[in-house]
């Protein structure tokens, strides 16, 4: 099926780059930044552009942006307000053009706020994950009447190549934390094992004695399992080493 879209060899080239960043940036903001250079790049006369995400606390902000501080302060107002057309495309699941941004009867306080900015037309699309939507990708142009139809599909090729960006830049994060909290846990583990080998050849008593000694000895401090293993086996350390 045809698209007419324009820019495609372009496009193509931007998702190349921004999966090999990838391969080398685990972190979601160093994706973000990408992906909002690359949308300025790519759509035709798009002055700014940027990404909403959600916090593990429910705060909304714009993770990533280019164009300058408008694109933040046009997105803070609709944080701050309620809505908006990027909180509208996050809510819905489906792309929303904006052709005049100032006199949009859909959100007649966002509108108000931005009459005196320098923003004259929005679109902006959701970043879906199956049916469900993680943020906004959106590009800001100046003149009324600036993006059409076209801009609109273009705008939701590329957040959903964006949006698999994001996943699979929080699945390697979540993963690296995995993997760090299963070597804590593992270092805890050994060095409470350690312990109770010394508690072991001290006391010439078993494994569930120790343990349980162990557990005397850390209730009598008020510290963790872990604190008073620790301890245990630096007080019992020879010196020097």
């Known amino acids: 099926?045809?698209?007419?879209?324009?820019?495609?060899?372009?496009?193509?080239?931007?998702?190349?780059?921004?999966?090999?960043?990838?391969?080398?940036?685990?972190?979601?903001?160093?994706?973000?930044?990408?992906?909002?250079?690359?949308?300025?790049?790519?759509?035709?006369?798009?002055?700014?552009?940027?990404?909403?995400?959600?916090?593990?606390?429910?705060?909304?902000?714009?993770?990533?942006?280019?164009?300058?501080?408008?694109?933040?302060?046009?997105?803070?107002?609709?944080?701050?307000?309620?809505?908006?057309?990027?909180?509208?495309?996050?809510?819905?699941?489906?792309?929303?053009?904006?052709?005049?941004?100032?006199?949009?009867?859909?959100?007649?306080?966002?509108?108000?706020?931005?009459?005196?900015?320098?923003?004259?037309?929005?679109?902006?699309?959701?970043?879906?994950?199956?049916?469900?939507?993680?943020?906004?990708?959106?590009v800001y142009a100046r003149d009324p009447d600036h993006f059409d139809a076209r801009t609109v599909r273009l705008l939701a090729l590329f957040a959903e190549q964006a949006a698999l960006f994001v996943v699979h830049a929080q699945a390697r994060e979540a993963a690296a934390a995995l993997s760090q909290q299963l070597q804590h846990a593992l270092f805890q583990r050994d060095t409470i094992s350690v312990a109770k080998g010394m508690l072991m050849a001290r006391d010439n008593t078993g494994e569930d004695d120790a343990f349980r000694t162990l557990i005397a000895m850390s209730r009598r401090s008020g510290e963790t399992l872990h604190e008073t293993a620790a301890a245990l086996v630096r007080f019992s350390a020879p010196s020097g080493t």
Request: hydrophobic share 45%; net charge negative.
């Open 1 to 138: 099926m045809e698209t007419d879209l324009p820019l495609a060899e372009e496009l193509t080239a931007v998702f190349a780059r921004a999966s090999r960043m990838l391969l080398t940036e685990e972190t979601v903001a160093h994706a973000l930044q990408l992906i909002t250079d690359a949308a300025v790049a790519a759509i035709p006369g798009a002055m700014g552009s940027g990404v909403s995400l959600m916090k593990p606390s429910g705060e909304r902000l714009t993770a990533a942006s280019s164009g300058g501080e408008i694109v933040s302060q046009a997105d803070g107002l609709q944080f701050e307000l309620g809505e908006g057309p990027c909180l509208t495309a996050w809510a819905t699941g489906q792309p929303v053009l904006v052709s005049d941004a100032a006199a949009d009867p859909r959100w007649p306080g966002w509108s108000a706020a931005v009459a005196s900015m320098d923003v004259g037309s929005v679109a902006s699309s959701p970043l879906l994950t199956g049916t469900t939507a993680v943020g906004a990708v959106k």
